[in-house]
């Protein structure tokens, strides 16, 4: 049999030709190779097992009679050296083929700046040639122009391209040219931008935009690590990767000669928001492969001038331009170079003035064409070498689908196409929502209901966060979908619950059911399930109502920062061709320029009303577009209607008020007049008293801290926060946040628990009331507040101004904030508490 020879003791190196152990000094030991295919075995199992467990393998194994446990615990480590040190090889080799795919882009970009420097020069010793001859026979070149321009006025007229393929192969190398100047060449003025990102943190090369072109323009220069057809085939597939993508249609193609293929595209985008028309492009799109084995696709806009067939016209749709873009790619070792330019103009005139930033920046197009396509091609490459699946076994493409169907539903939603059936209701009404009905195809497909109403506005707000304010609606998705449907009418029950819940129909439970992260970081998909309480006079029937959701753009904060909360009703029996009924909200950052006015509504059948928006004061702004989509039956739609539009003005009423916690720190306009003031700090209004401003302040920090109303879901007036707190059921006491925490307030229940009055408040502190043994001190959960502003205490005990103990099922503590975000006092609140 043959033998294999494993170093052990003092060496890790495997040794041919040794010697047997006894006469080593049993420095070597010899393995046979079964023994080796038992160790290989147990290592998968366990790489580094303890004295126990080897004592058990070679209990277990006969093929591992005559060695020991030392023995074998040095194969293992010496196996664990020999696969780190693959590994560390293996990433090595991965980070020097990068850098040599690098190295190789940079000389290409070097050469190509030499040739361009070389031909600079050849064209202006020619310039120069050809001024001098001029000067000299001016009188001599005039006459012949004019003679030229005699002749060429009794030529007749020829059109410019005939309408063959050569006239069309013709174009395309026009357009081909025009796109490697960009690629390559010195045709645009590019700049590169650190606020957008390429996808992976590793990736060698950079983005680039330009702001002195026509329309707006962006490019990458990067390496992928992808063979050049693979990332053809994807980057040709739009609508797969773009999310604001609706359709790409081939309507017509024709070979072309030297191999490649000539294509007539019709593209269609959504609109962003509900204040603009969505646009549409008419390109011709033209494949080659050039002589060094570098692949160009090249696209642009064409007209009935360049004599190819007539466009299709969609009246919901502005017509776009699209200037020479594409991308070039260079085969690489272990992957491809690319230069991706997407060179637009996306006919911002035509768009309202109050959200026409978001037409005329480049950056946005790096963003939300550039990065998208590049991260598709990222996660497709990790796909093909990481099998991994997410959660309950689900891979990549299927949380990826799923993802898309919510984001396309949402966007069918807000532009709401005729051709997919939607019909504007009341138009002429007064009022910031925009309503529209749809009528099913197919009833039988759709269970109880064979028509859907949409209701969707656009809400301006000042100053505000979009992740931040995405990231509150998300925690308090009860207090905003939680209204009493039941009480407007009976018809709600039906059909419309399969979609919303009611706060007599269902109640939410817990929290959402993380299914995994799709192709963006910081976008997640999860499942949210509410039960459903029987209500035998309306015949509904206990059960769960699950709800799909993705969120997205938490963490994103640069030009244009965009975040979204979307969600749709599912079950068991969805099928995958199934249209979603998408629902939520998109809030989109506008760059700084665009003055708009606070807290405005704005639908899109007024666009010049969004255009007088004005621009009188300029402070960052931000747009929210929320769309919700509630199926019925056909003979309830008047009734349905009204009850939709109530519940969607609760939730447009619900999004102000929380609207200022999503501001900046400082940038309250209820808060920045107090702090010239030091008088004021803790007052919200200048006629409060100090009682007064401390109960606010109470709900406030309670609310922002902890993500829940200290008086529920629905938050009274603040004219009554005094009495609510002075009354509440809870011990609420206040304390200040200074080396000696004395108490400064006591509600009834608070004065109560200390058997004290309001004025011996002072002379208690938190320790004398925490105090005790086997109880907590302000000192040791102090770090905890500090950290997320809150602590929650466990049952215990504390002691009265009497000496009494008194015990309680629970207490929490959190951070009072002033109005200049500062922490003057803590408030602590114990609930359920009685004397023992």
């Not at 023995?71 to 020999?82: C, D, G, I, Y």
């Not at 939607?422 to 039988?444: H, M, Q």
């Not at 819940?501 to 995994?516: A, D, E, F, H, M």
């Not at 007052?683 to 008293?689: K, R």
Request: contains cysteine.
């Amino acid at each position: 049999m043959a033998i294999t020879e494993n170093a052990v003791g003092e060496t890790s190196k495997r040794v041919k030709g040794a010697k047997s152990g006894h006469e080593q000094g049993s420095k070597y030991t010899r393995y046979t190779e079964a023994q080796i295919e038992v160790l290989e075995k147990v290592y998968a199992e366990c790489s580094n097992p303890n004295y126990f467990q080897r004592s058990k393998i070679l209990r277990e194994q006969p093929n591992l009679r005559g060695i020991d446990s030392k023995q074998l615990k040095v194969w293992f480590q010496n196996h664990r050296s020999r696969e780190k040190q693959k590994k560390e090889n293996g990433e090595l080799l991965a980070e020097n083929k990068k850098l040599a795919a690098a190295n190789e882009l940079l000389r290409e970009e070097n050469d190509c700046l030499q040739q361009k420097v070389a031909q600079l020069i050849c064209e202006n010793e020619y310039l120069q040639t050809q001024f001098l001859s001029l000067i000299s026979r001016n009188k001599a070149t005039t006459k012949t122009t004019d003679l030229g321009l005699a002749a060429r006025a009794n030529s007749p007229q020829l059109p410019l391209w005939s309408a063959d393929n050569n006239s069309l192969l013709v174009l395309a190398e026009e357009i081909r040219e025009e796109f490697l100047c960009k690629a390559t060449g010195t045709a645009v003025n590019w700049k590169a931008i650190l606020t957008v990102k390429l996808p992976s943190p590793s990736s060698v090369g950079a983005i680039y935009v330009s702001d002195t072109c026509i329309g707006v323009a962006a490019r990458a220069c990067t390496i992928i690590p992808i063979e050049p057809v693979k990332i053809i085939e994807i980057l040709k597939d739009r609508a797969s990767w773009s999310r604001n993508c609706r359709n790409v249609d081939v309507l017509a193609e024709y070979p072309a000669g030297n191999g490649g293929a000539i294509e007539l595209i019709y593209t269609q985008y959504y609109a962003p928001t509900t204040m603009a028309c969505a646009r549409d492009f008419w390109t011709l799109r033209y494949t080659s492969v050039s002589v060094d084995g570098s692949f160009v696709v090249c696209e642009k806009s064409v007209s009935g001038s360049d004599a190819v067939p007539s466009s299709p016209a969609v009246l919901e749709f502005v017509r776009g331009r699209m200037l020479a873009s594409g991308y070039l790619i260079h085969p690489c070792e272990g992957g491809s170079i690319i230069h991706l330019i997407d060179h637009l103009d996306l006919e911002a005139s035509s768009v309202p003035e109050v959200v026409r930033p978001l037409y005329e920046s480049s950056e946005l197009v790096a963003k939300n064409m550039i990065v998208p396509a590049l991260e598709y091609i990222e996660h497709t490459a990790s796909e093909t070498h990481d099998k991994r699946s997410h959660a309950y076994g689900e891979g990549p493409a299927f949380l990826r689908s799923f993802s898309q169907r919510l984001s396309r539903g949402f966007n069918d939603a807000i532009t709401g196409f005729t051709e997919d059936g939607w019909t504007l209701l009341d138009a002429d009404a007064p009022g910031d929502i925009i309503v529209s009905v749809k009528r099913l195809k197919n009833f039988e497909d759709n269970r109880n209901y064979d028509s859907v109403i949409c209701m969707k506005a656009s809400l301006l707000l000042q100053k505000v966060l979009p992740a931040k304010l995405m990231m509150l609606l998300k925690e308090r998705r009860s207090c905003w979908m939680n209204i009493n449907l039941a009480d407007h009418s009976a018809v709600f029950l039906g059909p419309a619950c399969f979609a919303f819940p009611g706060s007599r129909t269902y109640n939410l439970s817990g929290t959402g059911v993380l299914l995994g992260h799709t192709n963006y970081e910081d976008e997640i998909l999860e499942v949210l399930r509410f039960d459903r309480i029987a209500h035998p006079q309306h015949n509904v029937s206990s059960g769960d109502l699950y709800h799909l959701q993705i969120c997205n753009g938490m963490e994103d904060s640069g030009v244009g920062a965009c975040s979204e909360l979307i969600f749709a009703p599912i079950d068991r029996t969805i099928t995958n061709d199934a249209v979603l009924l998408s629902s939520g909200f998109r809030i989109i950052s506008l760059p700084s320029n665009a003055g708009l006015q606070s807290s405005a509504n704005m639908n899109s059948t007024g666009p010049s009303n969004a255009t007088n928006v004005g621009t009188a004061a300029s402070k960052p702004s931000s747009v929210l577009i929320l769309a919700f989509q509630f199926p019925f039956e056909t003979h309830l739609q008047d009734k349905v209607a009204s009850i939709a539009r109530k519940y969607v003005q609760h939730v447009i009423s619900y999004v102000k008020n929380i609207s200022l916690e999503a501001m900046p720190s400082g940038s309250n306009p209820e808060t920045a007049s107090n702090k010239s003031d030091p008088a004021t700090r803790l007052m919200i209004a200048p006629d409060s008293t100090y009682a007064a401003t401390l109960a606010n302040l109470i709900c406030q920090s309670y609310r922002s801290n902890l993500g829940v109303e200290i008086f529920g879901c629905n938050c009274p007036s603040t004219d009554s926060l005094l009495e609510l707190i002075r009354h509440h059921q809870y011990a609420i006491l206040c304390f200040a946040f200074t080396s000696l925490p004395v108490c400064l307030y006591a509600n009834q229940a608070g004065l109560d628990l200390l058997e004290t009055t309001a004025n011996n408040l002072l002379s208690l502190t938190v320790d004398r009331i925490l105090g005790g043994s086997n109880n907590f001190s302000l000192s040791s959960i102090l770090p905890t507040i500090m950290q997320q502003g809150y602590a929650i205490l466990p049952p215990g005990y504390c002691i009265s101004e009497m000496n009494r103990r008194v015990s309680y099922e629970q207490a929490v503590v959190w951070q009072v904030q002033g109005s200049d975000g500062s922490v003057p006092c803590l408030a602590l609140a114990f609930m359920n508490w009685s004397f023992t």
